[in-house]
């Protein structure tokens, strides 16, 4: 799914983030900027209710209206129709937590330089936990995004089995957060990562995650 030795599309290889591949790409990733900072301002903004209200019937407009085009419900749609680019491409565009097209993602950017993953992530105040900080289960989705893609490097990638998170101290919110991760060991099919996330120089928390290559290919655990 994942081969990091693709020299077509490798993109954990650089700092940069890697440039959307097609013009669809490219307009996706403005439309979920739009959407990121509008998530932000729905738990931000003092606006009147009559502004909140017309802004809202607004953009019920938009949403009716982007609901009339056709629809590809998941990634593997979206390669199973040859037009969205391969399963790495569309993965990166769309993952939950690191895809570059998705409002929801906390901008995670994930590379990798030698055996070590680097990281850096950024969460608004939507992603608020206890006051101030972000909520302990973005911190662990972050995690999971995080050491799931540095364990590709292992060569025998797999799903989340356990995951397990120490929060030494909260997180807080619009802050670079940067983190870094290494194979702590790989036993068959089993991957442990261990990963750490920093605030200002200082760990926020710590992450120890088990990797399950599955017995038969993810396109059919879904059956
Ligand atoms: C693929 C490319 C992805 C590439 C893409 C990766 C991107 C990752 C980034 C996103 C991460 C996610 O969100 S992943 C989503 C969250 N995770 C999931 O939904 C996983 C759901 N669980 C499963 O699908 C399954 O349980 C698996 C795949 C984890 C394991 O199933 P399996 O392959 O049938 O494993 P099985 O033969 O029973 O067990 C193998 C060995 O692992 C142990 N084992 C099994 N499950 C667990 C467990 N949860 N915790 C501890 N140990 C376990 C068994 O005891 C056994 O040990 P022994 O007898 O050999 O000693």
């Given at each position: 799914m994942f081969d990091l030795t693709d020299p077509v599309f490798n993109?954990?290889?650089?700092?940069e983030i890697t440039p959307p591949h097609t013009r669809e790409w490219a307009a996706k990733r403005k439309l979920a900027r739009v959407l990121h900072q509008l998530n932000e301002l729905a738990v931000t903004c003092n606006a009147s209710v009559e502004e909140i209200e017309a802004r809202t019937a607004d953009l019920q407009v938009v949403a009716d209206s982007l609901a009339t085009a056709p629809r590809c419900l998941g990634t593997l749609a979206f390669v199973k129709?040859?037009?969205?680019?391969?399963y790495g491409q569309i993965n990166h565009e769309l993952n939950a937590v690191g895809g570059h097209s998705n409002p929801l993602a906390p901008g995670l950017n994930i590379w990798l330089e030698g055996a070590v993953a680097h990281g850096v992530a950024r969460c608004h105040?939507?992603?608020?936990?206890p006051p101030g900080f972000v909520h302990g289960g973005y911190v662990a989705a972050i995690f999971d995004q995080f050491l799931g893609m540095a364990q590709i490097a292992g060569g025998r990638p797999g799903m989340t089995g356990s995951l397990s998170v120490r929060y030494l101290r909260p997180t807080p919110l619009d802050t670079d957060l940067t983190l870094r991760a290494e194979m702590a060991e790989t036993v068959g099919r089993k991957t442990v990562m261990r990963g750490e996330m920093l605030a200002g120089g200082k760990v926020t928390a710590t992450a120890e995650g088990l990797f399950i290559e599955p017995q038969r290919p993810l396109q059919t655990l879904a059956r």
């Open positions: 993109p954990y290889a650089s700092e129709t040859g037009d969205h680019g391969n105040h939507a992603y608020e936990g």
